[in-house]
């Protein structure tokens, strides 16, 4: 029977990328998900197991933090902020629809797991700063950045999303310390495994009554793309820098359904 919610394959992803797009899925799914008592029970237990796999990151990743990733922390802070106000403010400019409708979509996907950047853990930050530079490369985000002219700001979040991860990057090589999907397989299992349930769920219900579920389906595949494109190309970028997947780009891998979440 064919499925209508994409395969999720979670053994591609690394652990930041598991707590942005678990963040990003339960947005999706309280926004445009039915509220019965098994999807209300199964979000919180993705919350919940993915609060503990950040937990266990940030408790690795702790040693590395210096004073120049911090800085630097700090600075793509500020760039998202600067990019943010921008778009923020082209949204209540109802004069000129164009504007107003460019500013409106690139809101949408400039969305964050929480109120403000600066209380975002890095991890979370990181993951989904990349989910946003990811998603500015289609042709319609393409089209309004140009509209709005706005391309200066993205180019400085990229830039200094750029210089923060070649510091981490350059630190974990210095101290051979690096947080992989081995480092934390309990918790992204656990991550993946809720996931699925959910999934699974969706799918079901989806297959019983399309239109209901058609705008819930929609958006998760969209940000099922979004996270499968990032991890291949990630991958890709890997295999051709080293000659073979790195052992981050090619992490132990996260099963829970036949080597892969998959959506029924």
């Not at 999807?39 to 266990?56: P, R, W, Y």
């Not at 990019?83 to 409106?104: E, F, H, Q």
């Not at 940000?223 to 997947?245: E, F, P, Q, W, Y």
């Amino acid at each position: 029977m064919n499925k209508d919610v994409k395969s999720f394959f979670s053994s591609l992803l690394r652990p930041d990328e598991f707590i942005a797009c678990a963040g990003r899925f339960c947005e999706i799914v309280s926004r445009n998900g039915p509220k019965d008592p098994y999807v209300t029970g199964k979000l919180q237990d993705i919350m919940n197991s993915s609060l503990s796999l950040e937990a266990t990151v940030q408790a690795k990743k702790t040693a590395l933090f210096t004073d120049d990733l911090t800085a630097k922390d700090e600075a793509r802070n500020e760039a998202f902020c600067s990019l943010y106000s921008c778009i923020d403010g082209s949204c209540g400019i109802t004069m000129r629809p164009d504007i107003k409708t460019a500013a409106d979509y690139l809101m949408e996907k400039i969305k964050l797991p929480g109120n403000r950047i600066d209380r975002i853990g890095n991890t979370k930050k990181t993951g989904a700063i990349m989910r946003i530079l990811e998603s500015f490369k289609n042709p319609d985000a393409q089209s309004y950045i140009n509209l709005l002219q706005i391309s200066d700001l993205v180019t400085a979040l990229t830039n200094a999303q750029t210089a923060y991860e070649t510091a981490y990057q350059t630190k974990v090589t210095a101290e051979g310390k690096t947080v992989s999907v081995s480092d934390t397989k309990t918790e992204c299992n656990e991550v993946g495994y809720h996931i699925n349930q959910l999934f699974n769920y969706i799918d079901g219900q989806a297959q019983k009554d399309p239109a209901a579920f058609a705008n819930l389906v929609s958006e998760l595949n969209v940000a099922i793309s979004d996270v499968m494109a990032l991890a291949h190309r990630r991958r890709t970028r890997a295999k051709d820098s080293n000659g073979k997947a790195s052992s981050e780009s090619n992490p132990t891998a996260v099963t829970t359904n036949n080597e892969a979440v998959k959506a029924g």
